[in-house]
């Protein structure tokens, strides 16, 4: 770790976020959790908090609308969309430590355990936005959640995916985004490249996908 707290290079637990297999994740955010928030945002400067909280705010107004925080992790975003004023926050992980830390932030209404793979236990259009930031990757979720992720969804919420290049350019989430518009599931509001995690030089992607 440099003077500054920025983490470079093979430290921490990052750099091996892109070469896991489905069986290994759940134990590699276990091992990760307790140290997660301190490498990710002081270390290298996650971009995709504010990101994906910049794309609720241009698609979805502050207030008490229930938004859906899939694969919440620790709760950044949850902390991000609060600062902002949206207070009905719901969040699923299928890791527990990673939920006890969002749990320990006080800002959601509700958390619970799922894998997001499988199909939800949520009825169809529940809320008015839902979030999967940072979990769309290598063993951890593929783009056939997205089904899922939109029948959660009320005509008119939005969908926001933040995403690392490094998965998008594996291929199967565009052409899945592309499926859901071109059969009127869905209507792409943005696409937007840019940061991800600048201090470790990957950008990344976010999508804003309105359900019609
Ligand atoms: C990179 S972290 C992102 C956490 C948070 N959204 C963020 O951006 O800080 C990925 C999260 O997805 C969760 N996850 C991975 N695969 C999952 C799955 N199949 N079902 C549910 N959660 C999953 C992990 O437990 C972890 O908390």
């Given at each position: 770790m440099t003077s500054d707290g920025a983490i470079?290079?093979?430290?921490?637990?990052?750099?091996q976020a892109y070469d896991i297999t489905e069986e290994r994740t759940k134990q590699f955010y276990a091992d990760w959790a307790a140290t997660y928030d301190k490498e990710l945002v002081d270390?290298?400067?996650y971009a995709q908090p504010a990101r994906c909280a910049d794309a609720f705010e241009r698609h979805l107004a502050p207030g008490g609308e229930p938004i859906a925080d899939l694969g919440c992790g620790t709760g950044l975003l949850g902390r991000t969309l609060s600062e902002r004023g949206y207070t009905t926050l719901d969040g699923v992980d299928y890791s527990p430590e990673?939920?006890?830390?969002?749990?320990?932030t006080?800002?959601?209404r509700r958390l619970w355990s799922a894998d997001l793979n499988e199909a939800l236990d949520i009825p169809n259009g529940t809320y008015a936005g839902v979030a999967a930031m940072g979990v769309f990757s290598f063993g951890h979720v593929y783009a056939d959640a997205?089904?899922?992720?939109?029948r959660i969804l009320r005509p008119g919420g939005v969908l926001i995916i933040g995403v690392n290049e490094v998965f998008v350019n594996e291929g199967t989430l565009t052409p899945k985004i592309d499926g859901l518009a071109a059969?009127?599931?869905?209507e792409v509001a943005e696409s937007g490249y840019g940061d991800h995690m600048p201090e470790s030089g990957v950008n990344g992607w976010v999508y804003v996908l309105r359900r019609t």
């Open positions: 470079s290079g093979d430290e921490g637990f990052y750099h270390g290298r400067d990673m939920l006890a830390l969002a749990r320990a006080g800002l959601y997205l089904d899922e992720m939109m059969a009127g599931t869905a």
